[in-house]
């Protein structure tokens, strides 16, 4: 059996999670030609595709982009398409590709989609359910008044030593991210790998506009950080817990504590796609970051599991029947190395 595949544009991980979804199809005597399509024409993935394809600039409307698939879909006989650029609006228009005959590995609940890709909506969600983490206390604001109000309210609420952060309410990993120091920024933070700014100079940044993107302003979380990847199957949630430790160390801890919060969030919400909770401990407590709901950037970890979960998303959206595997009983530690590859 034949099978084509089309991703548009991802994360550079895309080369392992493509290596993977080969190497589980192999094993299945099922045949894949994978597409690759991105705006970087310097992107790793393509080294790893059978075709490779230049994607529209930035700039583009959803609804533009949208149209586009639609036609590269029919003109490169696509059967299943994995898509991460404009996600939502392709997910809106899923029913055009299922009239084509493509399998879209998107979740079909748009409401679903919306709310889980805006922070505040997630925060607000995840009140209801304390059993699966606890909601950091946060603040929402759009100008510079609001933060100066916000800022003071949450070191009264939780005292003046309290270090608090700030991210976008709507963005992509920890791009926006950044720990507020009270006074000025010293040489220390240099040597650190999260991002510091001074509140003198956030404040004088956002004087400098009316209005900005709806900011969250919360606690900066301490300790460890959690990322959860999981897929709901017919025989229940497939979930790979793992540590992210300091520099570039992972450890894949599969306790049935952490994978009974994923599958929890998978039921009361309703995910039938690869999805990825992310939580942080601050003080033997475990907090919300927030839910992706799609395959995330470190998805092809689960494999040094034993899970090749991006090849079992596939088998279950060919509607293949997917069985829960056998967790690894110990701690795996992993170090992440990178690797050169020649364009």
Known sequence: MR?????NQWFSTMYQIIKQLREGAEADGL???????????????????DEFWEEPKKGISP??????????????????????????????????????GIKVLVEDDIELLENFNNKVKTAELFRSFPEICNVP???????????KLSYEKLKQQLGKSAVLCVKYAVGEGASSFNIIEDGPVSIKQLEMSEKHIGYEAI????????????????????????????????????????????????????SQELINKAAVL????????????????HEDTLYLLEVNTRMSGGIHYSYYAGINLPYLALK???????????????????????QPVIL
Not at 137 to 147: G, H, K, Q
């Open 3 to 7: 099978c084509r595949i089309w991703v």
């Open 31 to 49: 045949n894949l030609h994978i597409i690759g399509t991105s705006t970087n024409q310097k992107v790793v993935y393509q080294k790893v595709c």
């Open 63 to 100: 609804e533009d982009y949208v149209e586009w698939c639609l036609t590269f879909c029919r003109e490169h006989q696509v059967d299943v398409f994995i898509p991460k650029r404009h996600m939502i609006a392709i997910a809106k228009r899923k029913e055009a590709f299922t009239e084509l």
């Open 137 to 147: 206390p946060f603040e929402v604001v759009t100008d510079v008044e609001a933060f």
């Open 203 to 254: 404040v004088k940044i956002l004087s400098s506009i009316e209005s900005f993107k709806p900011l969250i302003i919360m606690p900066y979380l301490k300790g460890t950080e959690i990322s959860i990847d999981a897929l709901k199957t017919q025989h229940g949630v497939i979930a790979v817990p793992r540590r992210k430790g300091p520099g570039r160390l992972q450890e894949i801890c599969c």
């Open 266 to 281: 998978a039921e009361r919400f309703g995910f039938n796609q690869p999805f990825n909770l992310q939580l942080r401990y």
């Open 316 to 338: 279950k959206l060919l509607g293949q029947v997917v069985e829960v595997p056998v967790y690894p009983p110990d701690v795996v530690e992993l170090v992440y190395v990178e």
